[in-house]
């Protein structure tokens, strides 16, 4: 999918290209958690829901009518890259992929943050 992604235009490749190289990523979401257990899931893997769309078509994109895709804030995670969340009324948090950095690390990282 990335390969086809960075194929498809110049644009797209000239991103990927960025964010590979991030060391990290600051995500804003439009998502306001009501709860505590709220705010964790959102952190965690993001909030989602499934939507229709009719036979969404344009940019080299054509999906079959009535195709279910998901949408929320799930979309706009890289999950390979350290991550640092801001929701919409300033909660806010970490998600990393465990097997490129030490948890110590990104806690001292959030620490110093948060401190």
Same mark, same amino acid.
């Given at each position: 999918?990335?390969?086809?992604?960075?194929?498809?235009?110049?644009?797209?490749?000239?991103?990927?290209?960025? @964010?590979?190289?991030?060391?990290?990523? +600051?995500? =804003?979401?439009?998502?306001?958690? $009501? &709860? !505590?257990?709220?705010?964790?899931?959102?952190?965690?893997?993001?909030?989602?829901?499934?939507?229709?769309?009719?036979?969404?078509?344009?940019?080299?994109?054509?999906?079959?009518?009535?195709?279910?895709?998901?949408?929320?804030?799930? @979309?706009?995670?890289?999950?390979?890259? +350290?991550? =640092?969340?801001?929701?919409?009324? $300033? &909660? !806010?948090?970490?998600?990393?992929?465990?097997?490129?950095?030490?948890?110590?690390?990104?806690?001292?990282?959030?620490?110093?943050?948060?401190?």
């Amino acid at each position: 999918a990335r390969n086809a992604l960075r194929t498809h235009s110049v644009k797209n490749k000239a991103a990927l290209k960025i @964010i590979d190289s991030a060391l990290f990523v +600051l995500v =804003l979401d439009d998502y306001r958690p $009501g &709860t !505590a257990d709220e705010a964790a899931a959102n952190m965690l893997h993001g909030s989602y829901r499934l939507s229709e769309v009719d036979g969404l078509t344009g940019g080299g994109l054509s999906l079959p009518k009535s195709t279910q895709h998901q949408v929320g804030t799930c @979309i706009n995670r890289w999950y390979d890259k +350290l991550q =640092l969340i801001v929701c919409q009324d $300033g &909660t !806010a948090g970490v998600n990393f992929e465990h097997s490129s950095i030490d948890g110590q690390t990104a806690l001292r990282l959030v620490s110093d943050i948060f401190a």
